[in-house]
């Protein structure tokens, strides 16, 4: 644990000069699909949401989420554009198809930088296809170190997004700030590996079989390779504590 605060100070100092970036415009675009990677078959049985907007011109698939808690959600706030009606929105649960999947209708949303925790209407509980994830904020893996990371994104920087859930395998490589100007982990990824495009944003990034942070943003077409995933700080984990979403905890 000591050493994990550690971490957290220098890479908060870090962080800092960083977000001045972003408070002058110069923030990186949202991610949004995984290229390259694993492509994970058609199945039921995932603790993956997909995340939808009921639009004049119909469904829009907008991010993708995990699902930590009974009825909650967690995916990257910028998911949800400014004074959108969240009751417009809906998840699918369950599948790894996008378009499929039990669907639950979202009540209401609560943010913390680039992290949001959308409200569901019904239990998950329910439906024995949808499994969960499981938070941790007591673990980060070092600079150096491969985690995972799902996402229905696309598969390339201009190709349409993935109609399957894919699997990239990134490395962490420094710190950084997400889209809001929080913590984040800077993270490498290639086309064998995969790496994080449009249409990732919101999904988990998992290590040693735990979330330990939320896709927040691609470096643009200048930079194909680099990506940067909202960390769980001691903010973070209060305002997932107070959003009663099961934190270090089975559920």
């Not at 930590?68 to 910028?78: E, F, N, R, S």
């Not at 990239?168 to 064998?192: I, W």
Request: hydrophobic letters at 35%; glycine letters at 12%.
């Amino acid at each position: 644990m000591k050493n994990i605060r550690e971490h957290r100070a220098r890479r908060t100092a870090a962080a800092a000069l960083l977000s001045l970036g972003v408070a002058l415009g110069l923030a990186t675009p949202p991610a949004q699909a995984v290229e390259g990677g694993t492509t994970i078959g058609s199945t039921w049985g995932t603790g993956m949401a997909q995340v939808w907007e009921m639009t004049p011109g119909g469904p829009a698939y907008r991010c993708s989420g995990s699902v930590v808690g009974p009825i909650k959600v967690l995916t990257a706030a910028h998911c949800f554009k400014p004074g959108v009606d969240y009751t417009d929105f809906y998840v699918l649960v369950g599948h790894t198809e996008k378009g499929k999947g039990h669907r639950i209708r979202v009540g209401n949303v609560n943010k913390h930088k680039d992290l949001a925790v959308a409200s569901l209407t019904a239990d998950v509980r329910r439906h024995s296809e949808v499994h969960h994830v499981a938070l941790n904020t007591r673990i980060e893996p070092a600079h150096g170190e491969y985690a995972h990371v799902q996402g229905w994104g696309r598969t390339c920087l201009t190709c349409r997004g993935s109609l399957q859930l894919k699997q990239a395998r990134v490395r962490v490589v420094d710190y950084g700030t997400d889209l809001a100007g929080g913590p984040a982990y800077r993270v490498f990824g290639s086309p064998k590996n995969g790496a994080l495009r449009e249409g990732d944003s919101g999904g988990p990034m998992l290590w040693n079989g735990r979330q330990v942070g939320v896709v927040s943003d691609d470096s643009g077409p200048n930079d194909a390779h680099h990506a940067h995933i909202s960390l769980f700080d001691d903010s973070a984990e209060r305002f997932l504590t107070d959003m009663h979403v099961p934190v270090n905890t089975a559920w």
